[in-house]
Each structure stands twice: as C-alpha cells, then as structure tokens.
C-alpha cells in the first residue's frame, strides 16, 4: 500500500479528527469560535484559569515549596499531581503546600520517570499503554489509598501519568470506569485537541473530563514545559512559552468564556521569568481557581 493511501485510511478511520486537524491547517480561528460556542454552552460565563503541576522527579520536591508561595502572591494556587511514590519522599516539602492551600489529585502509585545516568537526565517510563488494564487500575487505586492513608487527603480528581499516549477511547472508557467506582469528580488527562472538539469540560461514561490547553497560535499543541524550558533537543524555547501563552490569554479573553487549563512540572520553571510572565498574563484575563473550586461553580 502506497504511504499516501496508507495515511488516508488512518485519517479517514478518524474522520471528526480529521475534520479538525485540517481546519487547524486553514487558520484556527474556526477552532477558536467552536471552542467559544461549546465552553458558553457548557455554561461557562467567563474565563477560568487553573494551574496545575506534574511533579513526577525528586527535583520537584526541593523547588515545589517556593514556587507555591510566589504563585499564591500572584493569587493562583496550583493543583498538585505527584504520584504516590514521590509524594512520599517530598512529604515534609508536599505537607508544607498541603498547609498552604494546595490541592492535590490522585497521579497514580508508582514512579513515571527514572534517572537516565548515561544521558544525565530524567526519563520516562511506566506509560498507562504499555500496561495490562489490571496493573493500570491498581497503580489507580494505590496512588487513592496513598493520598487517603498517609496524606490525609480525599482526592476528587485524577490526572494520567504521560496521558498523551493514554487517548484512545478504550483508554478513557477504562480510565472513567476505575474513576467512577472510586468517587471522583473528574479527570484531566485529555490532549487540547479534547477541548476543541467536546468543549473545555464534558462528561464521558460518567465522568467530567477537563483538557488540558495549548499554545495560542497552535491550540491542539500541549504548551509544554519540558519541551519549551527542558528538553535537550527543543523546537521551542522559553521566550515561546511567554509567547504562546500571552497569545492563548488574548484569545481566551477575545472569547470571555474558557478554562485555561495549564500544567508544568515545578523543576522546568521554578527560576524562568518567561513562565512566571505567562501566568500573570492567565491570571489577568481569567478567575484563578482550583479544579475544585471551579467544579463547585460550574453549573451541574
Ligand atoms: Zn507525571
């Protein structure tokens, strides 16, 4: 089969997609104006801006407390996914943003990342793909008893380690499945490509589902931490991240409706102005809130 007949049929197996992925092609602001319909329809009546951190190394831990309190003079608190394992080792640190406001959600038991010592850098591992459905309910269920147990804390909601290889529908239904039968409110574990199709939160198999959100001049591409601040190789640099994200908040307030969900892992940004500057910009144009703040207003 030639690549071009090959490439057809994936595309046509995914014809909605498809049907976003060229209009992201013709300009976005098709994208921007859906996206504006659906998050009014949801009955969301002005911009909502939560930030949120993965803290998936031992490298957060020492700069998650500072970057907390310099937030929270900015008057955001961010939500915190650390999963189990990590949440242990950080306790003292984690307990301190707990003390101070912080929300935690459940980001799964066992460590996602390892320390590459040939490379000398982090790398990821334990992807949700790559398990056995039963192994990715328990790693569910034991990072919940962890936050219950030794934290003190009753989560409402979830977040996927490395969810952007955890899409599929199957996944999803999955995931809500293990979700529902622990009483959560809500995942967010979706690509931006989510918000733009389904709206900025919807509900599927019974669960309330938050994208996360992306750049602004290309909004089904993650605004990514580790890619813009971290990464070795990086197409993107720190000054695109403030770019990005000043461009998504002009968008985000052209519309005057939206959650601008937002995630970066502590250790990327803890000393980059560039992302200090995007969430003044976030902060500016939309409510700062905590998913849970924000559920408790959303119209039910
Ligand atoms: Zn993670």
Redesign the pocket.
Known sequence: MSGVVQRAKVLLADPVGLAYRLGAMGGTGSLWSRYGRLSRGAGIAKPYFVLSF???TEEDIAVAAPVHRRLRDMGVTPVY?V?GELLKKGEAAYRRILDAGGEFIN??YRE??YFDAARGRHASCFFYDQQTPDAVRRDIEEGDRNLREFFGVVPLGF?T??FGSYQKPAHLAFLYGVLRRLGYRFSSSTNPVFAFRFGPVFRRHGMVELPVSGMGDRPLRILDSWGCFAAPERRFGPADYQRQGESAARHFAGLGTGILNYYADPSHIHDRPEFFAAVAAWARVARPVTYGQLLAELPA
Request: net charge negative; aromatic share 0%; proline share 17%.
């Open positions: 993965d803290c998936d996914a999963p980001h799964g996602h990342t977040r380690p490395h």
